[in-house]
């Protein structure tokens, strides 16, 4: 039976790491991560979860303990934010490479510095090329349900890829909502037989090596390091069509429907759309209901899946909008503008006509977007819909 | 949609507070969604946290800035921030206290004013001046939009660090039963 619980976002977390059975777990605490730990500490502590826990020095360490349980054939779990994720750089940076089939929360946090210890998407937007897939979660029960399938998609065969599953620092990390947990038997149902790692794994009776040394100029070292990128685009690649198959197949064994790649809201007629990530699509969907209300045809997309970019699915989803705007809970420094507005704007090249598109920057380091914020951004892309231009992004609390 | 905020310090639960709240609403069929207001965290700063609750689905995952209901958990915490901010015709407030209603001043769009001791109930029941259950006591009995058995329901799925299950029952019966409430002249805006 599924239980209902009310829990935070973390918690959510948690719960969706615990349901998925990870062998091995490995922490060090970061704001607003902590909690997330300490409530896996817990239910291992009280037997609600077998898995070996280490508790390390520090990311990097996490990252490379991990690394060894991965290779051993274990499935593994682990969250960070931010600085933490920073000082995890060096073995992040090995994992996609290694086809390792990690999940690993990131509880979004803005950057120092200046310092700040919150809610921000600075931190996965500055990972965004190293080759782990990012998917986006908007509630407390898709963070919940998103961890399983993240595993599913990892774990695939054609993927073999680390997962980080993206959730906002504050809003949801401790935002408390009503949450069903899926029932266990739902879950490894879902999941299967464990079958991690089954290319590369580490068995003392046919010993192998990891991590070859390529490249180089000469030899056979070039050609092998270009098999290994394309065989990790070639996994990406293939992750679309599994994340995919993986969010119908929950939606079938647990009758939650979540929109794998990006979810279209009133889009049908739309000739205005906001595009958004996380936790900020409630309000934004809220503000398009509003002025819907007014008359005006607005729409939105939300991304649930950021890496791999659904490139077609997006330049499809804003074929016939007269002008989009497109709102980041982050900076992209050398373009001037929010990351995500830069993918969107790489994804409208895919289409015939020039769709005009504008950024709007929001929610860094803990601000709050609100219906209001979303309302200045509607009028706003409603004007570059009427021909006004916009060459700067739009700082929604600027003026907070 | 129904827009809480609850005021305190830092160390007396009042984000705990509105997660034992939203936990009993859940309990009587609402949706519900607990943001706790964040800042520099330190015993005896002012800490606010927010509650929306409504009979649909919430989605706006927001801080809440003209608040109907407004519960102040601590009774100096008013003389550092501004508890009534943004709060519309028509508010009601519940404040600990140990002053009768009648002798409060409050501003004049205040439909209503629950007052309780949860003070003096905290140092009865735990020895420390820990209030937050004892103004959940406090909100259902001003507001009834919420029962005591639904509270104590939430209060069985909390994990208290600081005191038993026992004696948060008793702090929400206590509450409860300990709130004056008293109609004002200010009424909501149609």
Redesign the interface.
């Known amino acids: 039976m599924s239980q209902t619980v009310v829990i935070d976002g973390n918690e959510a977390a948690a719960w969706g790491a615990a349901l998925s059975r990870p062998d091995m777990v490995a922490v060090y605490p970061i704001t607003p991560q902590s909690s997330l730990v300490e409530y896996l500490a817990k239910f291992i502590a009280d037997g609600r979860m077998d898995a070996d826990l280490m508790d390390v020095e520090g990311e990097h360490s996490v990252l490379s303990v991990l690394h060894g349980a991965c290779l051993a054939g274990a499935r593994t779990y682990s969250a960070t934010s931010a600085q933490g994720l920073a000082y995890m750089f060096e073995p992040y940076f090995r994992t996609p490479g290694l086809r390792l089939p990690m999940v690993v929360s990131l509880v979004n946090r803005d950057s120092v510095s200046p310092t700040c210890v919150w809610g921000g998407q600075q931190d996965a937007m500055t990972v965004k090329e190293v080759g782990w897939i990012h998917m986006f979660c908007e509630t407390q029960q898709e963070i919940c349900d998103t961890i399983p399938i993240a595993y599913k998609v990892a774990e695939h065969p054609e993927v073999m890829l680390p997962v980080n599953v993206n959730h906002d620092g504050n809003y949801l990390s401790y935002g408390v909502a009503k949450v069903d947990l899926p029932d266990q038997a739902v879950v490894d149902a879902f999941l299967g037989e464990k079958s991690i790692n089954w290319h590369a794994c580490l068995d003392p009776e046919r010993p192998m090596a990891v991590d070859p040394l390529t490249g180089g100029a000469t030899g056979a070292g070039p050609a092998t390091f270009v098999r290994y990128r394309k065989g990790l685009c070639g996994g990406m690649r293939a992750a679309l069509d599994v994340i995919v198959e993986a969010h119908a197949e929950w939606g079938r064994k647990t009758g939650r429907h979540w929109s794998p790649l990006i979810e279209e809201y009133r889009m049908e007629d739309a000739e205005v759309a906001l595009v958004t990530i996380g936790s900020m699509s409630g309000a934004a969907k809220d503000a398009v209901d509003e002025a819907r209300l007014d008359g005006r045809r607005l729409g939105l997309v939300k991304i649930k899946t950021f890496r791999p970019f659904p490139v077609m699915q997006m330049a499809r989803a804003l074929a016939k909008v007269r002008a989009v705007g497109v709102v980041d809970r982050a900076v992209n420094f050398g373009w001037n503008c929010g990351p995500v507005f830069q993918e969107v704007l790489a994804a409208l090249y895919h289409l015939p006509v020039r769709v005009p598109a504008m950024s709007f920057i929001g929610g860094l380091a803990g601000a709050d977007i609100t219906v209001e914020h979303f309302a200045q951004a509607i009028e706003r892309t409603l004007r570059l819909a009427a021909g006004e231009t916009a060459v700067e992004p739009v700082w929604l609390n600027e003026n907070d | 949609m129904h827009e809480l905020r609850i005021h305190g310090r830092g160390g007396q639960g009042a ?1 705990l507070a ?2 034992i709240l ?2 009993a609403l ?1 309990e009587e069929g609402r ?6 207001a ?1 800042g520099f965290e330190r015993r005896g700063a002012p800490v606010v946290a927010f509650l929306r609750f409504d009979d649909k689905p ?6 809440i ?1 003209k608040p109907g209901i407004v519960v102040v958990i601590d009774p100096t915490v008013g003389r550092s921030v501004d508890v009534f901010a943004g709060t519309p015709a028509g508010t009601t407030l519940i404040q600990a206290t140990s002053k009768k209603a009648e002798d409060l001043v409050l501003p004049g769009h205040l439909s209503g004013v629950a007052v309780c001791d949860a003070v003096h109930i905290a140092l009865d029941i735990f020895r420390r001046p820990i209030t937050n259950t004892i103004m959940l006591g406090a909100f259902a009995k001003a507001t009834g939009m919420v029962s005591v058995e639904s509270l104590i329901k ?1 209060l069985e ?1 909390t994990d208290f660090r600081d005191a038993g299950l026992r004696q948060n029952i008793e702090a929400v019966q206590r509450g409860f039963a300990e709130t004056t409430v008293r109609q004002l002249d200010g009424v909501a805006a149609a």
């Open positions: 984000v509105s997660a939203a936990d859940v949706h519900v969604m607990a943001i706790p964040f919430i989605r706006r995952l927001t801080n800035y939430a799925h």
